[in-house]
T-cell receptor, first 110, second 116 residues
Framework: GEDVEQSLFLSVREGDSSVINCTYT??????LYWYKQEPGAGLQLLTY?????DMKQDQRLTVLLNKKDKHLSLRIADTQTGDSAIYFCAEKNAGNMLTFGGGTRLMVKP | DTEVTQTPKHLVMGMTNKKSLKCEQHMGHRAMYWYKQKAKKPPELMFVYSYEKLSINESVPSRFSPECPNSSLLNLHLHALQPEDSALYLC???????????????FGQGTRLTVV
């Protein structure tokens, strides 16, 4: 079955860049997503990338996709304390199923 | 409008109660999902509806019963739940694969369910 993996925890200082990594196994992935979840809240879609793209930039967010290695990353430039949250990557396959990684808890220190 | 609206936000129910969770979207999405999320865990897929028909049921116990009355609404009927069913229940929607484009998948804010 599909498998999506992320590291559990990342700590950065305010103003630094954060890079959150994700690997997946399903070669039929169509779209890959990054979601942000704050405590007690739902999932906020941050950005997504189509599987035939290798990069997408959206303001402070840069998504890199290495399809050959099935590796996805999210870079947050100028990280702020408000960026502290859990970040989930997810992949959607041709069957419409969304499979999530385990989430990376980002802690931003002032 | 990129909102998925879920009601209620919080629900406390006894093990003999019957209740329903509701989800609504007006983005024209034809795929809708129910996910269950326990604390500090990723969301786990429960059901997928595609064009108002149940397309995926991830071996969910029958005490959870989904319903899709029309293309904008998705319900989850709850009956005889157990305390271990307490979790955040998330609804999501996306374009169906049969659409020309199939991009964003949006989530609601969830219903935090406590079974006592």
């Amino acid at each position: 079955g599909e498998d999506v993996e992320q590291s559990l925890f990342l700590s950065v200082r305010e103003g630094d860049s954060s890079v959150i990594n994700c690997t997946y196994t399903d070669s039929s992935s169509t779209y890959l997503y990054w979601y942000k979840q704050e405590p007690g809240a739902g999932l906020q879609l941050l950005t997504y990338i189509f599987s035939n793209m290798d990069m997408k930039q959206d303001q402070r967010l840069t998504v890199l996709l290495n399809k050959k290695d099935k590796h996805l990353s999210l870079r947050i430039a100028d990280t702020q304390t408000g960026d502290s949250a859990i970040y989930f990557c997810a992949e959607k396959n041709a069957g419409n199923m969304l499979t999530f990684g385990g989430g990376t808890r980002l802690m931003v220190k002032p | 409008d990129t909102e998925v609206t879920q009601t209620p936000k919080h629900l406390v129910m006894g093990m003999t109660n019957k209740k329903s969770l509701k989800c609504e979207q007006h983005m024209g999405h034809r795929a809708m999902y129910w996910y269950k999320q326990k604390a500090k865990k990723p969301p786990e897929l429960m059901f997928v509806y595609s064009y108002e028909k149940l397309s995926i049921n991830e071996s969910v116990p029958s005490r959870f019963s989904p319903e899709c009355p029309n293309s904008s609404l998705l319900n989850l009927h709850l009956h005889a739940l157990q305390p271990e069913d307490s979790a955040l229940y998330l609804c999501a929607s996306s374009q169906d694969k049969r659409s020309i484009s199939s991009t964003e998948a949006f989530f609601g804010q969830g219903t935090r369910l406590t079974v006592v």
